[in-house]
């Protein structure tokens, strides 16, 4: 598909919404609480895409995956009315699950969500606060009246955690 | 604590985009020097994508389709030169594109620059696209997905291991392609060397081999211009590390 975008073919892209615009929406709706704000994340992301295809290729991981992590970062800047602040160009990541198909991406969810569940409420809390509403550690270490060095500690190791729980 | 365990809570934060001013450009600064670092952020990259699995939503509706299909077309783009990709042995085939590409690019830019003065821009772009042919017509043997992929080595010898690497020092870029490696300790991963003529070694990729042996790099962060003695591998902690910490398993020098 992304071949397709390079060869400038306009199917190719229809066919990529097709398939990974609901993860986008998702991902943008649950930033932005917002229903227009999150299509006009997922119009940007897609032609963004469409305007420039070598943005993404297989080094920078799975295109799902992908693309629901530089989804998540520009709807946190445009929640918090603020400049772009990583490169599109800069993000890669391990391949990580495609969640191309409805079932992969179910079950990738309903296992992350238990994995979320097996946290501590204040450790579930600070990653979600983190990733969810973009607020910094020491936002989040105002906010809970909690030191600096725990939430950054808190929020890593959640991380771990989950990286871990998809390595088995 | 080691170095890149002092690191490690702060590349989560950057990770999720939540350092700012100097503890960031601190990180950027690491990142730039540091493979071992460089790794482990696309590792927390990926588990931030995991993160953004939990969530489900409502289908976007209907009309935001129509709208960006429209904005396609509103936008429509000259047609890209494009080297398709069906590899039945995956990474290896992408490598191989990918090498096949940064060369034939490279090739393209010096022929391009040395006709500047004699050829006019059409004939330039004949000629680049016979080029381009010619190159693929070459490659074939090697990306084609029907292709058999045979090492001769000395009768009754065992496999060796074997590795080709494919550096242009005026771009940086690197593409490096294995077979027949050895299986790994747990927790552990090959790192690839590129030796400098002068100066201590440079973290060149982390890989591990698929079941048959195989593994590839495909541009891994390096910069621009320097030249290369020879390449090397070593067995290091899956991570990475920023030097040597074992001796080298394979070694080669420029041909």
């Avoid at chain 1, 629901?68 to 603020?82: E, F, H, Q, W």
């Avoid at chain 1, 906010?143 to 729980?165: D, F, H, N, Q, S």
């Avoid at chain 2, 990474?91 to 590409?101: D, E, S, Y």
């Avoid at chain 2, 821009?121 to 016979?130: L, P, Q």
Wanted: glycine share 8%; net charge neutral; with cysteine.
């Amino acid at each position: 598909m992304v071949a397709g975008l390079k060869a400038g073919d306009q199917g190719a892209m229809a066919e990529l919404y097709d398939r990974y615009s609901s993860v986008v929406h998702a991902v943008a709706l649950r930033v932005l609480g917002d229903t227009g704000a999150a299509e006009d994340v997922l119009q940007e992301i897609f032609l963004q895409l469409w305007r420039n295809p070598s943005l993404f290729d297989a080094s920078r991981g799975s295109l799902g995956s992908w693309l629901a992590v530089i989804t998540r970062n520009r709807a946190i800047d445009s929640l918090r009315k603020r400049r772009p602040e990583t490169d599109i160009e800069d993000v890669v990541l391990s391949v990580a699950p495609d969640l191309a198909g409805e079932a992969e991406r179910a079950r990738v969810a309903e296992k992350v969500r238990g994995v979320m569940g097996t946290m501590t409420p204040v450790q579930r809390s600070a990653l979600e606060m983190a990733y969810w509403e973009g607020m910094s550690h020491s936002e989040i270490a105002d906010k809970t009246g909690e030191p600096l060095g725990t939430v950054k500690t808190r929020i890593r190791a959640g991380l771990i955690v989950l990286r871990k729980a998809f390595q088995t | 604590m080691s170095e890149h365990e002092q690191y490690a809570e702060d590349l989560a934060l950057y990770a999720l985009g939540a350092l700012q001013g100097e503890e960031r450009v601190k990180i950027d600064q690491h990142l730039a020097t540091c493979a071992s670092c460089r790794l482990e952020l696309e590792q927390l990259r990926g588990d931030t994508a995991l993160l953004a699995m939990s969530t489900a939503g409502p289908r976007a509706p209907q009309r935001a389709r129509q709208r960006l299909l429209d904005a396609v077309a509103r936008e429509p783009r000259p047609v890209a030169q494009v080297v398709t990709r069906r590899g039945w042995w995956g990474w290896l085939g992408w490598a191989a594109t990918a090498a096949v590409v940064i060369f034939a690019l490279s090739l393209w830019r010096e022929n391009s620059g040395l006709k500047q003065s004699l050829a006019s821009a059409s004939s330039r772009a004949a000629e680049s696209t016979r080029e381009l042919e010619e190159l693929r017509r070459i490659a074939a043997p090697i990306i084609q997905p029907e292709a058999q992929r045979v090492t001769l080595v000395a009768a009754k010898a065992p496999p060796q291991p074997q590795g080709k690497a494919f550096y242009l020092r005026n771009r940086g870029s690197l593409v490096f392609l294995a077979n027949n490696m050895p299986p790994l300790p747990p927790q552990k991963a090959y790192e690839l060397w590129l030796i400098p003529t002068s100066g201590n070694p440079i973290p060149a990729g982390v890989f591990k081999p698929d079941a048959r042996g195989n593994a590839s790099v495909v541009n891994p962060p390096l910069a621009t211009g320097t030249e290369a003695k020879a390449f090397a591998i070593t067995v290091e902690d899956e991570a990475g590390s920023a030097a040597p910490t074992t001796p080298a398993v394979m070694v080669g020098a420029g041909e």
